[in-house]
């Protein structure tokens, strides 16, 4: 199991702003309390809270200047390939614009990834991708948690791609990924029949097959497409990420 990571102060206050901002607790173009008061609210320091700030700032969430103080910028110009921006969007809520934009994101990302893993993929990075799909598949047949290394199958295949952007955007596909795999795991049989459509991406791409990967890949994502767009449609509650993954029962018999 792997340890949540503890922050310090700082990354802590960034935290706790950017989740207020990204939780809609200050209005957009509104001004953000000053620092005196920030201080006294959050129990911190004077320099903790401006470095904060500098931090949203950075991640296009705030911006300050003279006599304006600090503000909050409109969603679009925040930078969404953030890994800390994604993840206080992610424990607030998903809403299905943010799923819509990182479905269509996926679609457009993975199927390259993959094509160039079918060609740079090292015997390391292979290994790596084999390990998590043993993973999945003792999953399905002995119970256990299934989504963390169907997510490391994924994150796998970018890494193989060695396109040090592609790697990157994998940060921000992660929370989608998630999401999509908790989705299939509440359906019956749903990761016992996704598992044959993974090991076909993975044996195209250790057959070193470009276009072969891409057609494989492209049955998975637009599977996980029909499953979140039913529940989308249902108006059923997405997954909160910021809790455990949902864990498979061992089958019977």
Known sequence: MEMPVIKNVHGSTVDLLGEAIVAGRYAVDGVIPPEPTLCA????????????IKS?????????GPKVGTRVLPSEQWNWFDPDVVAWQSKVGLSHEFVRDLQELRRVVEPAAVKLAAQRATAEDLAGIEQAFAGMKLAVTKGGDYITHDLRFHQGLLRASHNRML????????????TSF??????????????PLHREVLDAVLARDPERAERAILVLI????????????????????????????????
């Open 56 to 64: 949203l700032v950075a991640k296009g969430l705030v911006h300050t």
């Open 167 to 178: 790697v990157q955007m994998s940060k921000a596909l992660s929370a989608l990924l998630r």
């Open 182 to 195: 908790e989705i299939s795991t509440s359906k019956k049989d749903g990761p016992r029949h996704s598992l």
């Open 41 to 52: 609210e959050l129990g911190v320091s004077r320099t903790v809270v401006r470095e904060a």
């Open 222 to 253: 637009d599977g996980a497409h029909e499953d979140m767009a039913h529940v989308l449609a249902a108006r059923r509650r997405l997954p909160r990420l910021d809790r455990p993954g949902s864990r498979l029962k061992a089958r019977a018999g």
